[in-house]
């Protein structure tokens, strides 16, 4: 396949075409934020955090769907999508109940992390502390809605990956709860198998087994592409 | 049904329409604005009224569609002399009937009339809310029934289809619609022809129509009173639309909110596959096309047309990024053409008198006829068509009849939750796309909310964003959270608790809001609030608590 020549952060590059931006950033190493993005399912360009300016569009597009054409320009780091990914941030911190100093991922939380990446020093706006449910009701897991991001990377790995379709989403605007079945408490669920996928999917404290507590949770998220993949290969 | 005994039954409803035994026509109007105000009751007992009095040899009753000044119902139009009553009331059907029917006088104080003019007008005919539109899609709202077939049809209705599917080839009908120069009715604008073409060029592809239906923004009925006054119209266009761009289903998504529109829309197409205008080898030539209603669930994001087409295919209503388009990668990852109600209203009349004459219409980069429903402040609210370009000023003053109780003018809200305000000072300007985006509106689907002295702008853009709170999928983080984020600070400064560093926060939400979101709901839920901001700062900065707290920034 003939490959195609593009620029990324005025740095030339040449690639395949029928990549999304965000596969060629990572593959020559230009760092961008993602937080609904999960390799080995759909993405859905929901987080907003890989936002690139593309010359000739007016719009910022998602880097995670969007796909390269030839000699197209992308910015990936300018003030304006700097400044945008801090306000993202914020928002998703100010949106639930994050208390990192008492979460089982306290260190090793995606949502943390990116914090840290923005230059997150305090958040300028009002915290909603809305009231959400902690379900213990499933035998190893707890899911805590109050540090879910809505990313719905559980829901997807559910569906696409495992298939069970136990997770989903109800409700809208800010009022949006990740659901088990037909919003039934996790350990009555009839279509959840336990497999603890979406415990790896998910990229906060917000899914974790019931045997660990503060800052001993260990997330691998990779392993979502890994079963991808080998599924692959056997077909 | 071939295409000869088609025209058999119009010339025999024809040739019965001629030889007409009835004298006079009585149309009440059966929309759903003069349903709610009694106009059923009234329509049942203005026909006891003429049976008693022997008179229903002469005298026909028909319902039909909306006839334009809602406020102002239930409405009764006498023809052929043209009279229309307003607030009719079952009390004085007796009298009408009496004076106009025997005494040949209509009885001028329960005339159609506006608090602004000196006397109503005896032919409403005169009166500038119908002298000054220009009705093509809403041309047989108001006259025919909507429920028969055959009064559609003796209205032109199905020549335009006949016309395409034997006269015209594929690519003759999109040429036309591109010479019309006719652009989306659905808000954004994007000329429709071009659309057309793209979804033809995909070949050898199961495609799909759509039209959108789903109307949801706060104060506008433009779609429902179509779909209520003449469903014929619309399923006509889809059906051209279908011929046009090689697709043989079509689904019509119409909100749940509009049972009288989908009951109507549902029996159109029952009458229509009667007769061989829709369904399997339409008038016996090779097109087959079928349409299927689809019944929203009552979400204004499902407007949006990734949405809906994901509702459609029964997953939750949340929009997707484009690209790709549904032109490219629709319902069920196929070609799919979306449309809007009133673009494909607008269809027929285009194909019937060429794209010619219906681009001479209007300005010209914004060609036809627009339909706006009015609400709020004004003397006649309700439902208008005018040429594009007509001044703000004329539809206010002119056709609206002016402000209620001549109260002073001091904005009109155009596009909905995601248009904006435009004050007095513009009140010259031209509704038509261009116009009023330079004035930081939209022209949207044609929701147009008038307002006095004694609207709070402030409130105002509060009550657009609390909308957009509530009608966000969920989905992105700008609009889920952002939406929620600037309806507190509004709130705050409708409270008289904000700050200048509160106004700041939000004006840097607005645009961050508007220019990240996923979709068109987020990238527009801004616009109440910046519009209000550009044109009454004032009324913003004085509710700003003015004292030196200094926060961290």
Redesign the interface.
């Known amino acids: 396949m003939n490959k195609i020549p593009i620029i990324i952060d005025e740095k030339k590059l040449e690639t395949d075409p029928g990549k999304t931006i965000l596969e060629v950033c990572r593959e020559n190493e230009i760092d961008i934020l993602t937080m609904c993005h999960l390799k080995g399912v759909l993405d859905i360009g929901a987080c907003r955090l890989c936002l690139v300016e593309i010359e000739g569009v007016n719009k910022l597009l998602s880097a995670c769907t969007t796909k390269v054409a030839a000699n197209m320009v992308i910015k990936t780091n300018t003030e304006r999508i700097k400044k945008y990914q801090r306000i993202t941030t914020e928002l998703l911190f100010a949106e639930r109940n994050h208390v990192c100093a008492v979460c089982v991922a306290n260190g090793k939380c995606e949502l943390q992390n990116l914090g840290y990446k923005v230059g997150m020093d305090h958040i300028r706006y009002p915290h909603l502390f809305p009231q959400c449910e902690v379900d213990t009701s499933h035998a190893w897991y707890v899911m805590d809605h109050n540090r879910c991001i809505m990313c719905t990377r559980c829901v997807r790995v559910c569906n696409e990956v495992e298939g069970a379709h136990n997770w989903d989403v109800m409700n809208r605007g800010h009022q949006v709860r990740i659901i088990s079945d037909f919003n039934t408490a996790w350990g009555e669920s009839v279509t959840c198998t336990s497999c603890g996928k979406c415990l790896h999917a998910c990229p906060t404290g917000a899914i974790w087994p019931k045997a660990i507590v503060q800052g001993q949770l260990e997330k691998k998220p990779g392993i979502i592409n890994e079963l991808m993949e080998k599924r692959k290969m056997k077909l | 049904m071939n295409r000869q005994d088609l025209k058999t039954i119009i010339y025999a409803e024809k040739t019965k329409d001629e030889t007409n035994k009835y004298k006079h026509k009585i149309c009440v109007c059966c929309g759903a604005g003069c349903i709610s105000s009694g106009s059923e009751e009234v329509m049942k007992k203005l026909q006891e009224e003429i049976n008693t009095r022997g008179l229903e040899n002469e005298v026909e009753v028909i319902p039909t569609g909306c006839m334009g000044p809602c406020n102002q119902g239930p409405l009764m139009k006498f023809l052929p002399e043209y009279n229309i009553y307003q607030k009719v009331d079952c009390s004085n059907i007796t009298a009408i009937v009496q004076s106009q029917l025997i005494d040949k006088k209509p009885i001028e104080d329960l005339l159609l009339f506006a608090d602004s003019r000196e006397k109503p007008f005896i032919n409403a005919q005169e009166d500038p809310f119908f002298k000054k539109q220009l009705k093509i899609a809403l041309k047989n709202c108001g006259h025919i029934n909507p429920e028969r077939i055959e009064d559609y049809l003796v209205h032109n209705g199905y020549q335009a289809l006949d016309k395409a599917l034997f006269e015209m080839s594929p690519e003759e009908v999109i040429a036309e619609v591109k010479q019309s120069r006719i652009r989306g009715r659905g808000g954004a604008g994007y000329p429709t022809g071009l659309k057309w073409e793209t979804v033809y060029k995909y070949v050898n592809e199961q495609k799909y129509v759509i039209c959108n239906g789903d109307e949801g923004d706060p104060g506008a009925f433009m779609d429902r009173s179509v779909l209520e006054g003449n469903p014929h119209r619309v399923l006509e266009g889809m059906a051209i639309a279908g011929y046009a761009i090689g697709a043989n289903k079509g689904y019509a998504y119409i909100r749940g909110e509009y049972p009288l529109a989908i009951k109507r829309f549902e029996l159109a197409i029952k009458q229509a596959k009667k007769m061989g205008l829709l369904g399997n080898n339409i008038l016996g030539t090779a097109f087959s096309f079928d349409v299927e209603v689809r019944i929203g669930a009552g979400?204004f994001?499902c407007g949006e047309e990734t949405a809906l087409i994901a509702s459609i295919e029964g997953k939750?209503g949340t929009p997707?990024?484009r690209?790709p388009f549904p032109a490219e990668s629709g319902l069920w990852g196929k070609p799919t053409l979306i449309n809007n109600v009133e673009t494909y209203a607008a269809i027929s009349p285009i194909i019937n008198n060429g794209g010619e004459w219906y681009s001479e219409i209007g300005t010209p980069k914004s060609s036809g006829t627009k339909v706006f429903a009015l609400a709020g402040k004004i003397n006649y609210a309700g439902l208008i068509e005018v040429p594009m370009g007509t001044t703000l000023r004329e539809i206010i003053y002119d056709i609206g009849g002016g402000i209620q109780g001549g109260e002073e003018f001091k904005a009109a809200q155009t596009g909905g939750p995601s248009g904006g305000c435009i004050p007095a000072e513009h009140l010259d300007v031209k509704m038509d796309y261009e116009s009023l985006v330079s004035l930081g509106s939209i022209m949207g689907s044609g929701g147009l909310i008038v307002m006095d002295k004694s609207s709070d702008m402030v409130d105002v853009a509060r009550f657009f964003m609390e909308f957009c709170?509530?009608?966000?999928?969920?989905?992105?983080?700008?609009c889920?959270?952002?939406?929620?984020?600037m309806h507190?600070l509004l709130q705050k400064i409708c409270d008289n608790k904000a700050t200048q560093i509160d106004l700041d926060?939000l004006e840097?939400?607005a645009v961050?809001v508007k220019?990240?979101?996923?979709c068109g709901l987020g990238g527009s839920a801004p616009n109440p609030l910046l519009s209000t901001l550009r044109h009454f700062r004032q009324e913003y900065e004085e509710r700003i608590v003015n004292h030196e707290l200094r926060e961290?920034?």
Do not use: N, Q, W
């Not at chain 2, 889920?480 to 984020?485: E, F, K, S």
């Open positions: 979400a994001v939750r997707r990024p690209p709170m509530d009608e966000s999928c969920g989905k992105c983080v700008p889920r959270v952002g939406t929620r984020m507190d926060r840097e939400l961050y220019e990240t979101s996923l961290l920034h």
